[in-house]
């Protein structure tokens, strides 16, 4: 199986910031990576797939990138609808999703 | 409206079955592939079952392998998520899931990322 591992588990900033998240898989999965936005009570949303293909309709301040074995999600300016939970999801074999990121305000 | 909507959670004993379904609509249901995706309360997400458009294809996660059975009833736009031996860890909010895909040829081709999820259906596993 593979092991998605994300950090930080927490991040607290502020509208504005720039964020990043990191994801590392425990072995290579190519550019099978999506990421997820979740708000409380909320099923999961699509933002990012193949690494870092946006979603149609998600804000351009989303982005992804990476391959092989290591990915980041950025948010180039986090506006107040952005503090959620994030997730990243390997679909190179079967799936899996990593522990989750928590951005809160700081 | 396209949606999907799960149903069949409740209490259960542990050892106990439960079926859960999840009724599509406002898309082709036979052309894409279908999950299931778990949640524990206060937990993060975990991917619990795949099944192509045809149902030729099938995966589980380890930790529900030979206990949960993923079907699907094309001609009734539903999936379902047959769940025996149930375990006080298998308490979680279950989520239908959508894959991304397209079909070209009479044949369908799918990635595995969701992008159409249910509201989920809770399920709690105890005595």
């Known amino acids: 199986d593979i092991q998605m591992t994300q950090s930080p588990s927490t991040l607290s900033a502020s509208v504005g910031d720039r964020v990043t998240i990191t994801c590392r898989a425990s072995q290579s999965i190519s550019s099978w990576l999506a990421w997820y936005q979740q708000k409380p009570g909320k099923a999961p949303k699509l933002l990012i797939y193949?690494?870092?293909s946006l979603e149609s309709g998600v804000p351009s301040r989303f982005s992804g990138s990476g391959s092989g074995t290591e990915f980041t999600l950025t948010i180039s300016s986090l506006q107040p609808d952005d503090f959620a939970t994030y997730y990243c999801q390997q679909y190179n074999s079967y799936s899996s999703f990593g522990g989750g990121t928590k951005v809160e305000i700081k | 409206e396209v949606q999907l909507v799960e149903s069949g959670g409740g209490l259960v004993q542990p050892g106990r079955s439960l079926r859960l379904s999840c009724a599509a609509s406002?898309?082709?249901?036979?052309?894409?592939?279908m999950h299931w995706v778990r949640q524990a309360p206060g937990k993060g997400l975990e991917w619990v079952s795949g099944?192509?458009?045809?149902?030729?294809?099938?995966g589980y996660a380890d930790s529900v392998k030979g206990r949960f059975t993923i079907s699907r009833d094309n001609a009734k736009n539903s999936l379902y998520l047959q769940m025996n031996s149930l375990r006080a860890e298998d308490t979680a909010l279950y989520y239908c899931?959508?894959?991304?895909?397209?079909?070209?040829?009479?044949?369908?081709?799918?990635?595995?990322?969701?992008?159409?999820w249910g509201r989920g259906t809770l399920v709690t596993v105890s005595s």
């Open positions: 406002g898309f082709t249901f036979d052309d894409y592939a």
């Open positions: 099944i192509s458009w045809n149902s030729g294809s099938i």
């Open positions: 899931a959508k894959a991304e895909g397209y079909c070209s040829g009479g044949s369908c081709y799918s990635h595995w990322y969701f992008d159409l």
């Open positions: 193949k690494a870092s």
